[in-house]
């Protein structure tokens, strides 16, 4: 599965109801294991909705601050951290968290495409910046001068 696959794939409804059920049950009894954790964050970071994502990224971030037992796990929030946080538009956060990922193994080849994707959206964004500010300077210079041809009319 290629990188653009990834950042598009989406969790199923029923994968997503039967983690957070997991989840929630085992929050009533007033402990979360790691791994239930990590699944429901993981569905969540592959939703559609970015208030969904933004919950898996809180989730993911609290495991490897204060849960990641090993650097197998850290791994695994990393790149999901990164992820998520390029499927909601935040790059240079994303950028972070796929540079600590490859500092801990550099030569994971998944991890250097999500990289090499993550940095072509942040070109790509910043093109796309460029544009609309260009052609909103455009427009208001085109409005500028026609308010000048008008009052130039009026004086006459």
């Known amino acids: 599965m290629d990188v653009e696959d990834v950042l598009g794939d989406v969790v199923t409804m029923e994968d997503l109801k039967k983690f957070e059920k997991e989840y929630h049950n085992q929050l009533t009894t007033g402990t979360v294991s790691q791994e239930t954790k990590f699944h429901y964050a993981w569905c969540l970071v592959r939703s559609n909705y970015p208030a969904d994502i933004r919950k898996g990224l809180i989730l993911l971030e609290q495991l490897i601050k204060h849960e990641a037992s090993d650097d197998d796990a850290k791994r695994n929030y990393l790149y999901y951290l990164a992820l998520g946080n390029s499927r909601i538009k935040e790059y240079s956060t994303a950028l972070q968290f796929i540079k600590a990922f490859l500092h801990m193994q550099p030569e994971n080849i998944q991890a250097q495409n999500l990289l090499a994707t993550i ?3 942040m070109e790509s964004d910043a093109h796309k910046g460029m544009a609309v500010a260009g052609a909103l300077a455009l427009g208001l210079s085109a409005v500028v001068g ?6 130039k009319s009026l004086k006459k």
């Open 146 to 151: 026609i308010g000048f041809a008008l009052s």
């Open 119 to 121: 940095q072509k959206k």
